[in-house]
């Protein structure tokens, strides 16, 4: 039907762009945080509305049903359902009691070609390891668009399989606000952020997209292999062998979640991904061996020569993200290969027992759990890294008809940006002046040089004081740097009024924010920047 074909054509460039072609075998589920967005799926929801029940997409073999039962549905048995497995006979799945006809959109899946592992068969399974699915309404209306039956009612099975793949998780602390529990999705409340200049690991952001991985230290292994490598070009190593074969190095670096301060961008429209505040950033103190070290000991002596421009990072839980290798191999970039978070063992959800850390670079890039470091010639292959989930989109852009995502630049430093974590949305304020804190940032190593701030809406302002972080050099600060200001209040302002205080932060680069959020605004909801605004109200 046109309605769901309009939404499968948004999958189907999506899709290209991630996986190259329709053979691709995909790295990962690109996650509710694209399936979730109505303006991708509003045809399709209306159609599943409606209970329309559309045709089979494609005529299949033995594909002859049974009686139509009570709901409107013909019946097809589960052998019926085995024979069609390819795009010659139709590829049918099944979810709970529904017969499925996917064929058409197999090509547009996010994941790319993982999902024929379910061909003929049940995907119930796979939605209960890939709770993006389940986390949202999008994915389960695209799916009744697709349906064409029902199963025998003979052969539903009753007792599902209890075994949950995110039973061992580790909990999330309490203090920290929760989008989701499958994956783990979570943030800071903003008005913790500034008690401590550098995060306490179990008040670290989470941003997850499958099972956290249980690695054991003395199974664990790292694989370098490329371009550019000695003999035998692919090197193994041990956690134990990192930590003797190196020397261990630190580096203080916060990492922000790319689509950090979301929500703002939603209260002017609806974008894609989590509703993120402003607490999916956190900064820690990491302690691990330089990336350039160890690909120098693998004989990555010259990168250029041996036409290597990009290092490649595989995590555990099948992400993959890349970086350009004048990043990983400077002596200044300071990417490391961690296996210490603040003094300690990097804690599962964050990425035991390696994570990369590319201080400065947008957070999908310090990828957690790496199994493997890859010299290539060319970026990382998935949807973190050519898809739609990292790459910035103009104001006007609010479906992906005509646009060729590939030749779109992935994000990889972040533009500078502030937030205000004291005084709170609300809060009465007392006497003639308001006490404002807070914390800015900048990508790419750009280091604070300015915070003002304003209780009148811009028309004046106050130069705030720079505290934690100020000391950093200007191109190699990758820590953010907290802020405090005492504002007078506006003359003729009353009590029971209300005042709006914002600020911008100005960058080493003198890069400021913009006012306005409505004139960065993109449909995935990423790179957030412009002024935070906190309304608050004079002591009555």
């Not at 006979?89 to 058409?104: E, L, N, Q, R």
């Not at 903003?190 to 941003?207: C, G, K």
């Not at 249980?214 to 694989?223: A, G, N, P, S, V």
Request: glycine share 10%; aromatic share 8%.
């Amino acid at each position: 039907p046109r309605s769901f074909g309009m939404a499968a054509r948004l999958f189907r460039l999506a899709g290209r762009a991630a996986f190259g072609s329709r053979a691709a075998v995909g790295a990962g589920v690109l996650g509710s945080s694209l399936l979730a967005s109505n303006v991708a799926f509003a045809d399709a929801s209306a159609t599943a509305a409606k209970g329309e029940a559309p045709s089979p997409a494609k005529p299949a073999v033995n594909n002859k049903p049974g009686p139509v039962v009570a709901c409107g549905w013909p019946t097809y048995s589960k052998a019926q359902v085995a024979e069609h497995t390819t795009a010659e006979t139709g590829i049918w799945v099944t979810y709970k009691d529904g017969v499925y006809d996917i064929t058409d959109f197999v090509a547009a899946h996010p994941g790319g070609n993982r999902i024929l592992l379910a061909a003929g068969k049940s995907i119930d399974a796979y939605w209960n390891l890939y709770q993006q699915h389940l986390n949202s309404e999008a994915p389960m209306q695209m799916l009744k668009a697709m349906q064409i039956g029902v199963l025998d009612a003979s052969e539903v099975e009753t007792d599902m399989d209890a075994n949950d793949p995110y039973s061992n998780d580790p909990k999330a602390s309490d203090l920290l606000l929760s989008h989701s529990v499958k994956p783990l999705q979570a943030e800071m409340p903003a008005e913790l952020i500034t008690d401590s200049w550098v995060t306490p690991n179990d008040l670290w952001f989470i941003r997850g997209h499958h099972p956290i991985p249980d690695i054991k230290e003395d199974e664990y292994r790292l694989t370098v292999r490329g371009m550019g490598l000695a003999e035998p070009k692919t090197f193994t190593f041990t956690l134990a062998q990192l930590k003797q074969n190196f020397k261990k190095y630190e580096v203080t670096s916060t990492i922000q979640c790319g689509g950090n301060g979301r929500s703002l961008f939603n209260s002017i429209k609806k974008t894609m991904g989590i509703p993120w505040g402003a607490g999916a950033m956190s900064n820690a103190r990491w302690g691990g061996v330089r990336l350039a070290d160890v690909l120098l000991y693998c004989g990555c002596h010259d990168p250029g020569a041996a036409g290597v421009e990009h290092v490649h990072f595989e995590g555990a839980e099948s992400l993959t993200a890349s970086i350009p290798v004048d990043k990983a191999m400077s002596s200044t970039g300071d990417v490391l290969l961690a296996y210490e978070m603040n003094g300690e063992p990097i804690p599962r959800s964050h990425g035991y027992p390696v994570r990369a850390i590319v201080p400065g670079y947008v957070g999908v890039r310090n990828v957690k759990w790496v199994t493997s470091v890859v010299t290539a010639n060319e970026e990382a292959k998935g949807p973190w890294q050519r898809g739609i989930a990292y790459k910035g989109f103009a104001p006007g852009v609010e479906n992906f008809d005509g646009v060729d995502v590939e030749k779109v630049p992935s994000v990889q430093e972040q533009p500078v940006m502030s937030a205000i974590t004291s005084p709170k949305k609300g809060e009465t304020v007392e006497g003639s002046t308001v006490d404002v804190k807070g914390f800015a940032w900048s990508g790419g190593g750009r280091g604070i040089v300015r915070v003002d701030v304003s209780v009148d809406e811009g028309k004046s302002w106050t130069t705030a004081t720079l505290k934690e972080g100020k000391e950093q050099k200007l191109n190699r600060a990758w820590a953010w740097t907290f802020f405090e200001a005492e504002v007078h209040v506006p003359e003729g302002k009353k009590a029971g009024e209300k005042l709006t205080v914002c600020c911008k932060a100005t960058d080493a680069s003198y890069n400021t924010q913009p006012e306005r959020a409505d004139a960065i605004w993109n449909i995935r909801g990423i790179l957030f920047n412009a002024w935070p605004k906190v309304e608050v109200v004079l002591d009555p």
